[in-house]
């Protein structure tokens, strides 16, 4: 049920893309479908890992390691150690979610939980070697000074304002 609201999106987005590209009249929405069907057999393997993984955590991670480390307790020590372990996560969207997702339904609070995510999508090692490798060393080093703070002022902000919502 969790996933309705973007599978309806998805679906609505996916059907627009098709009759723009079937109104076309040029094939394009039969390339598009077979574009979209080799890049989900390209990251297959890789989604099969990631969910394999994240539901493997519960067995291998105790929920009390989890906790200890990232419940809701912590406080700033769990914000700062999901900040840090989100920015060490490698992969995108599609494998590091479900991965924090079943760390969180183990045991981590919401604001460790969120420097998670914050830190993968601002910190991330790959984010870092992507940047330097694309853009610059400079570049790269004065985003990830602007942003250095954010996922545990996220982790920080959410952990307190949970109550709230």
């Not at 045991?107 to 490798?133: D, K, R, T, Y």
Request: glycine letters at 16%.
């Amino acid at each position: 049920m969790e996933l309705l609201p973007a599978i309806g999106l998805l679906l609505i987005m996916s059907a627009s893309m098709l009759l723009i590209g079937r109104r076309r009249g040029d094939g394009s929405d039969i390339r598009g479908l077979r574009t979209g069907g080799k890049m989900f057999l390209n990251l297959l393997p890789l989604l099969l890992l990631a969910f394999t993984l994240a539901g493997l955590l519960r067995v291998a991670l105790p929920p009390e390691l989890i906790r200890s480390w990232l419940g809701a307790e912590t406080g700033l020590t769990g914000i700062f150690v999901g900040g840090v372990c989100g920015a060490l996560v490698l992969g995108g969207p599609y494998a590091v979610f479900p991965i924090i997702a079943e760390v969180y339904r183990i045991g981590a609070g919401i604001g460790p939980a969120v420097g998670m995510i914050s830190g993968w999508a601002l910190l991330g090692v790959a984010q870092l070697i992507m940047g330097i490798a694309f853009i610059g060393v400079r570049f790269t080093l004065i985003r990830t000074l602007i942003v250095l703070a954010f996922p545990f002022v996220a982790g920080l902000t959410v952990h307190f304002l949970a109550d709230w919502v």
